[in-house]
């Protein structure tokens, strides 16, 4: 009988409108200095300034920081932590994508601790989180990371990505509004949609997935199965965009608890090295290390491939997880996102060093149900580079 432990951030609105809460809430924990940590574009068409608005109608000193860029690198971290120490803010709201709510969170813990961020990454740091630090409110503006309800911040390094992770990064107040994501283009919607059932499928075949994070990840699979197609063709559809918030938060609550693992393992090199998005990454990717650990997890695929809307019911539990691949692969596909690494521009050298950087994400590799090897992981990119999913060649045990 295994124990499932479960965090979740403090609070959490989600729905078409929730945003109206945050004056109230920011009311709750009295501040008097804000720091609200954003990106650029957020900044530049106005939406910013509108969400600010008010609380500065009521007195509150805000402060922008909008030099968040994309898979934020370490320094960018190091930059706004000592400005955090520095300017003494009392309270950190994060909005946008899940680098915003990344920076914003690991800034509010690490503004009460001394040291470097790099002091605290989660492979090469000697220092661990103490203290929760300054109240957090987070707010996504794509459907998509799941930040808003994970512990853990996310840097990139010269070719990888690291981690900060500790309970006390969780959200005081995590507010998901449908409404914000409309204006959300085509290729973001679905880089980031995919990433959010990425999330699901690894959170639900994970060695650690519990009947708690079952009933989140094949709900959230549910929901982007039949809404993702919908809100990259028309990100003025209510009821997907709606969908797409409540799969991308319930897959953040899923794999936050069950964790991810091969995909975002072998994904994470794409970002450091190729400076490929997150969500893309994972996208190429995700037909590849489902179909290779295929075996290792038929059931659960099967059960995949109902929930993405596709009927097993006349097939046999292999021939289900062989159609479950093949859904996986139509639904990368048909948003537009390239379904091999040459795609992408990236050549068939990398495959050494891709395979070197992956082997190290070992946090994330030990949740797959099939142990992922170096042999696998090279097998996986190459099958990535070729556009055909291969399997391994050794003898799986069934779960
Ligand atoms: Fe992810």
Redo the contacts with the bound molecule.
Sequence with gaps: MSVARLAFASLSYVGWGALEQLLPEVRRFSPKRILVVTDPALEKIGFIQRVTAPLIQQGYEVERYTDVVPEPPLEVGEKLVSMTRQDKFDMVIGIGGGSSLDLAKLAAVLAVHEGTVGDYLNLTGTKTVQQKGLPKILIPTTSG?GSEVTNISVLSLETTKDVVTHDYLLADVAIVDPALTVTVPPRVTAATGI?AL??AVEAYVSVHASPTTDGLALQAIRLIGRSLRKAVADGNDKQARIDMSNGSYLAGLAFFHAG?AGV?ALAYPLGGQFHIS?GES?AVLLPYVMGYIRQSCTKRMADILNALGGNSAYLSEEEASYRCVEELERLVKEVGIPNTLGGFHIHETALESLTQDAVQQKRLLARSPLPLLEEDIRNIYQSAFIGRVTEPKRKMEKS
């Design positions: 990371t990433d990425t999330h991810v975002h997150h994972n």
